[in-house]
């Protein structure tokens, strides 16, 4: 199963808050689970701060949101979108480090360039498939992108994509790109 956003923050955190961590997802999770792979993309960091209002579009999700997207059946999610590194560096690595702690997969970010280009493999019933993943240089300040220094996304670039691409080939049977891309509003 692919599918497209999952933003933990705002207006659904509050729900999370009122009736736990896994409402997002109770009425997804049979059918999540029981995919071979399951891949979204997920647009908020997961970090501590402050209460989202209505109306921001500076997102973070609550630490145990993480473990909400293991035990919804989410085995991979891209992080390459124009809202992981709303809480800066910190807040992806914070966000990496959660997932890492529940095995969930991620692609499209990371503590630099070379992380954030780095395919994540999974194999079921005997095939091995890749994931990467881009942002769209139109959606994101440059400030957004993974340095050889610094963490971030993977923004989008050809030389950089067809080189991700050839990595994915290597590891993998069958090779998936997702782009985080588009006019808003």
Known sequence: IAFGDI??????????RLYGNDYPFLKMTNALSSADIAFANLENPITVGPIVPT???TFHADPGSEIA??????DVVSLANNHSPNYGDKGLLDTINYLDQQSILHVGAGKDLIAALEPAVVERNGVKF???AFNDTDVVPPSYGAGTSHAGTALMDFDRLHQAMGRAKS???????SMHAGTEY
Not at 7 to 16: F, G, H, I
Not at 171 to 177: K, R, S, T
């Open 7 to 16: 933003m933990l923050s705002r207006n659904v955190a509050t729900k999370m």
């Open 55 to 57: 109306g921001s579009f």
């Open 69 to 74: 997207l293991k035990q919804s059946g989410i």
């Open 130 to 132: 890749a994931f990467i």
């Open 171 to 177: 590891l993998a049977e069958v090779f998936i790109v």
